[in-house]
């Protein structure tokens, strides 16, 4: 459950109906003990731009943009880039901080690294969980959309 103290983090992109990856977060956040949710922000195309500026009214700490999205010419203009990859945005003190990295440095196989980490950065150690158990979570994140299939 939501309450006032939860701290709030999300994935944000184009097509996130089949996503998962909230699910290996909160499943995280649980069996450590952790009051914290993280929840799928999924923007239509064109609907980028207002997103990001109500974005900044929200309780998030941190939005993380997904592999898809990450160099959307919607993202990038509304920070004034031209190019590179958007990986994530903080949200201190009512502003939006962008964090950009020059390549794409997420894959499938990094998911649960990428997991740790940033579990690490948000509360300051490495999740504690099984093997089997993060084996189970990598097959279940992230799922094509059958929206996204030609």
């Known amino acids: 459950m939501i309450g006032k103290n939860t701290r709030l983090f999300a994935l944000m992109g184009v097509d996130l109906s089949a996503n998962r990856i909230y699910q290996m977060y909160n499943y995280i956040f649980e069996v450590n003990g952790v009051d914290a949710a993280f929840l799928n922000i999924s923007v239509p195309i064109g609907k980028m731009e207002f997103t990001l500026q109500n974005l900044v009214q929200s309780e998030f700490e941190v939005v993380l943009i997904d592999v898809e999205s990450a160099n959307l ?3 990038l203009n509304f920070f004034g880039k031209t190019d590179g990859y958007l ?6 003190n009512r502003a939006l901080i962008p964090v950009f990295t020059p390549a794409l440095q997420s894959s499938e196989d990094e998911i649960l690294q990428s997991a740790r980490l940033n579990f690490f950065e948000w509360f300051g150690y490495y999740p504690k969980l099984p093997e089997d158990t993060l084996k189970t979570l990598k097959e279940s994140a992230p799922r094509e959309s059958i929206l996204t299939r030609e």
Do not use: V
Not at 87 to 92: F, Y
């Open 87 to 92: 990986s994530k945005i903080l949200i201190q």
């Open 73 to 75: 010419p919607e993202l």
